[in-house]
């Protein structure tokens, strides 16, 4: 197994859209910069007006680089942002998505910078959200920029959509792509929300996990009640949690509930001989991670267990006394978040009605025990050999040097499944972060050189779909 | 079985005292009203002074009645209060021991009034510690003080310790008490913390379980790992938790740490008998309890389940996310607070041994688990035919007009092995409050009429416990 090398740098791409690049390169940075500094976190209702404040800033780009249409869509929740660049005729039209919403700073404490004083350093930017995802969608902009600077325009047609609250499920979203069909006609989509492989690897994400969110309660009593006095009597509604929690998932990394692995689609031989052949240290893996040992799914690899399988965790667990010391109490209640992620043909909806009618099986009696859906989204798998992939590797190939490798990546991007099954459009998820840039922990980060690199890949890319074969376009 | 039937008042005892006591019982009840106001949650920091306030109010009551050698004892965390009334050369020396400090008031939302404003309305004081165990300090003052407007000596000599630190395992106190036996220097003990059986029928606790509460810990990683990226590939804390609780307890509600039962005394067959004969009833103590269905552990009933067998609950569990909604996170790490309660002869520390060992053994592999010890103490069982156990009923017969049942109690109070065990002293428990009272939880509630019965058997016990025969008197 080789490892593909690419080049220190870039390479350049056309001249004149390059000159742009070389004399703006600080502007782009501070660009990034300006707008992580919104501390656009989605699910904290404080952030609200951060959250119109980061929709407004995307939207206010775009109309710099003379997109049209440009909106700030009101939704339920969090705005969407919408525009389009449509200077081709008879060009395909490209949907492209990214999202401005931000993970939740916590554990603060373990940041070693303020999270949304984002700044550059050894070529490192360093903030909550410069990778996941206001970094890609910045490049998207900086991509534009440079061609304008060039005088060029795109050579396919682009319609951008921003949303604000891919960190929880797009519910917003979900509701509006149906109800906008006309708005969004297009050939493809791509999503710049995923990245590159572990050594940073150039990488086309294949496969995405899709989600099933739920809790678990376990109810015994109005009250607290004083173990002493109790104790013995009652099922304790922690133990309670804790056996049918434990009765979930075998230590051997297999979900126990009944139907699970149903309608997950096989991975063939030749899938995981490609697998086998990626670039994955296990040991390097563990170490990145602080785990003490890796544990994955009995009869896969690591790396098949945490891309291209399903899965079951908790997320969450409480009830009881928490604090220092000791509180002598039976808890009044129990529960837990429980999410599994799914693969490409599971839906979560089914996944979630197995789930359930599992714990009520397996739920000790003496307590009230009721499972909840949150929220789901599917798995997406799109085929190496699509028009519109192959023209994402030829666009990485030309700035990287280097072809791609093609990933599973094992979280979720669940607008994915929206604009695959409801649009009907083929998608391409080409994104430039690292794997272990703390996307959803403290001290996010993004390496320059992939921004970089990333701007440029984007500037080709509109080259190579040009000759993508038209499908839908209205 | 017949339910023991009692006046619904309390018969008068000695008449002068009677007439003393009939002239004061709004101020009595206006004492612990008092006494209760004062917020002394002995486990807060911020009410360190509460603490100090409380045990003040207790020594100025004591010094009020003619109490001699009273101080206030400063330790490493709260007070200790001190005091003596020794009138009675010859005859037996009886400690009495009650606490003043009070559990917490979370879930303050929960209370229909303000904890720390109590009430006396409908014959019913309601407060925090109007039950656990303010109102059982105030009726000793109570008790002395109408003897004394009476004119009248205790018949006994009086060796008073009120404690703060009762509800977290009264660290200071077992340091004191072995330095301080010639203070301690008597021939019983009194614990006035407990109280009547089910159905306020008049009872004396032979039996306390004892405790060992730990704390069990299991670590995956520094910071959350996202559920996506490393779902799969490696153990999840709260799962893994999951399985060590689950291991602990079988849905029998036999613990299932090995050696756990084997120092537990037995219950013989006359034991069982006298317990079957109480007047419990499982319907009614399952309804007030708020709870599904009653669960003990297998092969014993209800009742010797919650008091006269050990057993096993978690008290608190945590890991990961609790809010509402979803993150999508394994947590680093998860813990529990798992405690036992023990009966006569069982050792906290060795079954703390057995605790961790064992969890040792089922942990999982992937994560780091740790076991740690919190606190423990012994239980205690005291022969029903023991003469002080004897005069306490004498007393309870001639206020109450019906023997006293003597059970066993499912609680701790830990110092009652430091008594039994350090000073070879016997421990006689004589306490008033209802089982249903709320001591833990919202609402605590003590009934007048329970408070006015205790105060007179109080009053009795003395003249009882005066013809004790002579132990270790210095």
């Known amino acids: 197994m080789t490892e593909p090398t690419r080049n220190p740098e870039p390479n350049p791409i056309d001249p004149a859209v390059e000159a742009a690049l070389a004399s703006s390169r600080a502007a782009r940075a501070e660009a990034l910069l300006e707008f992580a500094r919104i501390p656009s976190v989605s699910t904290q209702p404080e952030h609200a007006s951060d959250m119109v404040a980061a929709a407004e800033w995307a939207a206010a780009r775009l109309r710099g680089v003379g997109a049209t249409e440009v909106e700030v869509i009101r939704t339920d929740l969090h705005p969407i942002v919408y525009g389009k660049i449509h ?7 490209v949907v492209v998505y990214c999202h401005y919403d931000v ?6 404490d373990l940041w ?3 999270p949304f004083v984002p ?8 903030g909550r959200g410069v990778a996941d995802d206001k970094g890609q969608l910045v490049m998207h902009l900086a991509a534009l920029e440079a061609m304008r600077a060039a005088g060029r325009s795109p050579a396919v047609n682009l319609t951008f959509v921003f949303e604000g609250e891919e960190e929880f499920g797009s519910e917003s979203l979900f509701h509006w792509i149906p109800q906008n069909r006309d708005r969004l006609a297009a050939d493809v989509v791509v999503i710049s929300d995923t990245g590159y492989f572990e050594g940073n690897v150039p990488a086309i994400t294949v496969a ?5 969110y739920a809790q678990i309660d376990v109810e015994l009593s109005p009250v607290d009640l004083h173990s002493g006095m109790y104790g013995g009597s009652v099922e304790n509604p922690a133990i309670a949690l804790a056996r049918i929690v434990a009765a979930l998932k075998g230590p051997d990394g297999r979900v126990r509930i009944p139907g699970f692995y149903d309608d997950v689609v096989p991975l063939t031989d030749a899938d995981r001989a490609e697998m086998a052949a990626l670039p994955f240290d296990e040991e390097a893996f563990r170490v990145a991670t602080g785990v003490p040992a890796l544990v994955g799914e009995a009869g896969w690899t690591i ?3 945490r891309t291209a399988r399903p899965t079951l965790d908790v997320n969450g667990i409480w ?6 010391g000791a509180k002598t109490i039976i808890p009044a209640h129990a529960h837990a978040k429980v999410s599994t992620r799914l693969v490409a043909d599971q839906s979560p909806q089914k996944v979630f009605g197995a789930l359930r009618d599992y714990v009520s099986q397996v739920a000790p009696p003496g307590v009230k025990v009721t499972t909840t859906y949150i929220h789901g989204g599917e798995g997406s798998l799109t085929p190496t050999d699509h028009p519109a992939t192959q023209a994402a590797a030829r666009a990485i190939r030309a700035v990287e040097g280097v072809d791609p490798v093609y990933i599973r990546e094992g979280g979720s991007i669940p607008v994915t499944a929206a604009f695959d099954h409801v649009l009907g459009l083929p998608v391409v998820l080409v994104g430039f972060t690292q794997p272990n840039d703390n996307a959803h922990a403290p001290n996010e980060w993004f390496d ?27």
């Open 319 to 324: 009830g009881g006394f928490q604090g220092d």
């Open 303 to 305: 790396l098949e267990s």
């Open 112 to 114: 070693e910078t303020a």
């Open 119 to 126: 700044f550059l350093r050894d070529r490192r930017f360093v």
């Open 208 to 212: 995405l996990r899709g989600i099933m």
């Open 448 to 474: 320059e050189r992939n921004f970089e690199a990333g701007t440029r890949v984007i500037v080709r890319l509109w080259d190579e779909l040009a000759a993508l074969p038209r499908g839908t376009e209205g």
């Open 87 to 93: 200077e081709a005729p008879g060009a395909p039209t």
């Open 103 to 108: 993970q939740p700073v916590d554990p603060i």
